[in-house]
Each structure stands twice: as C-alpha cells, then as structure tokens.
C-alpha cells in the first residue's frame, strides 16, 4: 500500500501544463513532490489520517507562477519610498503614505518623490505654466503616519516633512534656518508647516540611516509578502554578488537595478526565504564568477544560478525615429564596445553560462543575435538557453532570426500598455508591424516567457505590476494588433513552464507532474475559459511552495 499523502487538492480542474497529461481532477502531494494527478477517487486514495485535503469547487489549479525577470532588491527598498509621480491631489499623496505606514514598522523614515511631476511635464510639453504642485502639508501627513518620520520631494524640489521629521531634524518654532535653506513657518505661531527649501530639506536626507542588510530585510519580507499573494512561487532575479561589486567600478546606476545576494541568503539562512530565485549575475563580470567556484546551473538552497545580464541598448535603431528625423536611439546603458560585448558573451558561453540580455531597438537585436550566432558557431555544443529581454522592436528579419536560434523572449504586456499611445507615431506604420510581436515570436520558433519586470529597474517613476493575472489579461484582451495577442493557455505556459524551461529546470518545475516539485496556486475561477476583464477579477486563493501554503486568501 502507498504510503499516504500529505495534501491532496480535488473537485476542481488541474490545468497542468504538461502535455502527456493536460488535465486532472485531483492532485496529491508528499513531501514537497506531487506523487499522484489523475481522477479524484485514483488520487483520493492516497488520504491517511494525517493528510490535508482541500476541496476545489470551481477553482482552478496551475503550477505556480513563475517570474521570470525581477528586481526584488528595489522593490524591497522601495517599501520605504512612495511613488509619488502620478499623484497630482493631495489626498491621495497622504492616501499612499498611510499605506506605507501600514506596511513599515514603527519609527523608520517614510520617503516619496515628484510629487506632481506627471501634470508639469505634461504642462511642460504643452507649453503652458507648470500648476502648483499638491498642497501637503505637516499636519496631514501627521495624520497619515504619526510614528514615522516622513519626507517627501515636490516637482519643484521644495520638502515637506511631517512632526515627527521636524523634529529630528531640531527644526522647531525657534531654530534658524539652515544656512543655503529656509523653512516656511505659520505667520501666527511660528511653528514649521513641514515645507522646507534648498538645504532645509536636503540636510533631513542627510539625517536618514544607510541601508543595512537588516533595513533591506524589512523591504525584503514585504516583498516576499506581495509575490505570495499573486501566487509567485519563482523569480528570475536581476542580482549582484557583494563580494566581486565590490571590488569592481561600474559606469552607471545600472548596477542599481541588481539585487545584492545577501539579502536572499540571509533569508535563506533565517528560514524566511518563501521563492525558488534563479539569480542572474552580471555579465561583465563573468570571469570572476568562474574564479568564485560559481558553476552554470548549481544551486544554493533555494538559490539557483546560470544566467548572466547585461544591456545592449537604449532604443537603438537602424533608421531614425519617423517623429524625429535626426535620432535613431542609442546604447544608454551599455558602455563597453561591440567588440568587448561580443566577446564577453562567447566567453560566458564557454564557460556554460546563459547571456539574458536587455534589447529593444531593431539595430540592437541585429546586433545581439550576431553576437549570439558568433559565441555559438566559437564554441563546443551544449544546451543553451539564451534570452532576448524585452524584444521591443526587432524587425521582420530579426524575429525570424530570433525563432531560428531557438531564443527566449522575456516580453512584459504592461510595457506594451505604457508604450501604444506613442509606438505609432515613433516607429511608423511599417515598422510598428513587428513590434511587441509575440505571436509572431512564437510562430517563428521562439519561446516566450511573460514576465513582469517588477518593480521597475531604476526608480518609482517606472514602477510594473506584479501580478501574473494582471499581465495574462493584458497578454490575452491585447487590442492594439489583437492578431499578436496570445491565448489563455498560451499565456498560461509563458508564466510556468516556459521560464521552467529558461532556467533549464522544466524536469523539476513548471507542470503539475508526478516527481516535480509542487509548487501550485489555486485561483478562485477557471479563467481558460474567461474573458480578460474577467480574468482580471480573478482572484489568488492560495499559493503553495514545496507543498506547504505560504499564502491563503481570507477575504
């Protein structure tokens, strides 16, 4: 007799992605493994005394979604900092910051910035006067969070601070001014009215802690926090290894955008680390990952390596821009030449490492791919998973070529949202065919992952949404060119197995199979057979990792 199963899930559909057996009733798991898929009563048979039984309904089962590019890093400091470009009332200013007072402990500094940046560049661009920014002020945000010291940054660079801030800062009714700044003061009382100029405000910034490794695991648990929610059981991480960015000298803020690993071993080695991370290293840097003893595909616990990043352009064209006859882009984050970037990615080939590069202009993926076909004619044969980071704009014969290579494209649906209402006019009508052209990606040969790119690489102003349902219904309702727009199923393999098979762990991961491991999310409906706004209100009930819930919904 077998022995009985820890969880067994059933009465519902288990869309398994795996496609010797697609469909089940019923899912049992034992350890942190599905033992058994199949009709309920074969499946039900595994119950012992001790077994957890879940009870589906109408809910749908998939393997849990799987990221396949993040920057947990910024979105663990940015718990810290509201996003504040958009917001252009003042009641919803103080709304976000009493959210983020919900979610920071007691006593560690709030921070927002641009506040009301969005209404002056669109003021700006119009030729018309700036309007004044958001009237906040010490007061409402005290109310929004009493223990907190918070600081927020206007658009026209003046401060506002709350009591709290104030009063770290000793700026009371009767301090001075700091030199080079000034502090704007109730006429009546003299008190502070949390609005500061020039060195006012930048001296408070001055005050705040740096970020330690224990700040960033406040952020970090946070973080870990939003992934379980949306059912996130993995992430392929844009990261940086302490001990080598240490020693190095970069040219950018690129860097900015990586994950220091500390922060995932130090929740590891606690115990609090809840996502399987397939971390991409830098790929300048490539050497001395080799000389670390870091191997292609070696894992650290939860911890996996493999994929190295790097940049190849800004919007890099071959033609200008048909809005603006005298740019055709530029290479904005990469400042090593082509014949250092070429070689780089041969020799991170060769050592077995995977490239996972940023493209975005036509010019820049013609440039990749030969780089690519050159490292792959240069050195010995192997299983090679290379990867096209957002695939913006190649051109008709660049996307054939991606599917000849047999390349993975990491295509993010909210970025095509952000991006229709200037593609057109950009781009053109000709060379706007084969932009963000998944289907035709899919139908040359590539594979793609649907990825969030979550938080944003750089700062706020760039924020991407987390949620894989969120993307899926932009994937699938997709209006501008609908004929690129991809099916549920489809979508559903992007955020499963196909970055499964990227981090080359389809054996493992990525399907509901018995010997994988059970990594699910249970959805509140079946959306394979859902529209995309009803997709959308879908919502995540559980998420489960290793057959333990790290996430149920109890709303």
């Known amino acids: 007799m077998s022995e009985p199963a820890d969880l067994i899930l059933h009465g519902g559909r288990v ?34 005394p001790a077994t957890q039984v879940i009870e589906l309904g109408d809910r749908l089962v998939l393997p849990g979604f799987i990221d396949a590019h993040t920057h947990f890093g910024n979105a663990a400091a940015w718990l810290f900092r509201v996003s504040l470009y958009e917001v252009g ?9 009493a959210a983020a007072a ?13 506040l009301g940046a969005a209404d002056a560049w669109v003021a700006d661009r119009a030729g018309r006067p700036r309007p004044a920014p958001p009237a906040v002020d010490r007061s409402a945000l005290d109310r929004a969070a009493p223990r907190h010291p918070v600081l927020l ?37 003299g008190e502070p009215t949390g609005l500061l100029f020039g060195r006012a405000g930048e001296r408070m910034i001055e005050l705040m802690p740096p970020a330690s490794l224990e700040y960033l695991l406040v952020g970090a648990r946070a ?31 690129v860097e900015r955008s990586a994950t220091d690993l500390d922060i995932f071993r130090e929740l590891q080695r606690r115990d609090q680390l809840t996502i399987r991370v397939y971390a991409f290293l830098t790929l300048a840097v490539w050497r001395d990952i080799v000389k670390s003893g870091i191997r292609p595909r070696s894992d650290d616990g939860l911890i996996r390596f493999g994929g190295l ?52 202009g036509d010019r820049a993926h013609r440039l990749l791919l030969d780089w690519y076909e050159a490292a792959v004619r240069a050195n010995p044969s192997r299983d090679r998973r290379f990867r096209v980071i957002h695939a913006w704009y190649p051109s008709a014969r660049e996307v054939q070529r991606i599917g000849t290579l047999g390349l993975i494209a990491d295509v993010t649906p909210q970025h095509l949202a952000n991006d229709v209402a200037l593609v057109e006019r950009r781009l ?49 309702g997709r209006e501008w060119h609908p004929e690129q727009a991809l099916t549920v199923a489809e979508a559903i393999a992007a955020y499963t197995s196909t970055p499964a098979y ?7 991961k990525g399907s509901i199979t018995e010997g994988k491991l059970a990594d699910l999310v249970v959805l509140s409906r079946d959306i394979l057979s859902l529209n995309a706004e009803e997709i959308r209100a879908t919502e995540v009930d559980l998420t489960i990792l290793g057959g333990r819930v790290i996430y149920r919904r109890t709303d």
């Open 15 to 48: 869309w398994t992605v795996d496609p010797e057996r697609p469909e089940a009733r019923a899912v049992a798991v034992r350890g942190d493994r599905f033992v058994a898929v199949g009709p309920e009563q074969e499946v039900l048979g595994l119950r012992g």
């Open 89 to 97: 009332d003042a009641p919803l200013a103080i709304d976000k910051v």
């Open 102 to 114: 919900q979610l920071v402990p007691e006593g560690l500094w709030i921070t927002g910035g641009d």
């Open 153 to 189: 940054r206007r658009v026209d660079g003046a401060y506002v601070a709350n009591s709290l801030a104030l009063a770290r800062a000793r700026l009371g009714r009767r301090a001075p001014d700091p030199r080079g700044g000034g502090v704007d003061r109730d006429p009546a009382t």
């Open 223 to 253: 973080a870990l926090e939003d992934l379980r929610r949306v059912g996130i059981t993995s992430i392929h991480d844009v990261a940086r290894l302490p001990e080598i960015s240490r020693t190095r000298v970069f040219h950018t803020d």
């Open 309 to 360: 990043k790097a940049f190849v352009d800004g919007f890099l064209m071959e033609m200008p821009y048909a809005d603006d006859p005298d740019y055709a882009g530029d290479f904005t984050f990469r400042f090593v030449d082509e014949e250092t970037m070429a070689a780089d990615i041969a020799g991170a080939d060769r050592a077995g490492f995977d490239p996972v590069i940023h493209t975005i």
């Open 428 to 476: 053109g009508p000709e060379r706007a065919r084969t932009a963000h052209a998944w289907r035709s990606l899919l139908e040359a040969g590539a594979r793609l992952d649907l990825v969030s790119d979550w938080p944003g690489s750089f700062n706020e102003q760039r924020a991407t949404p987390l949620a894989p349902l969120e993307n899926i219904a932009l994937a699938v």
């Open 502 to 508: 990227a981090s080359h762990e389809e054996h493992r």
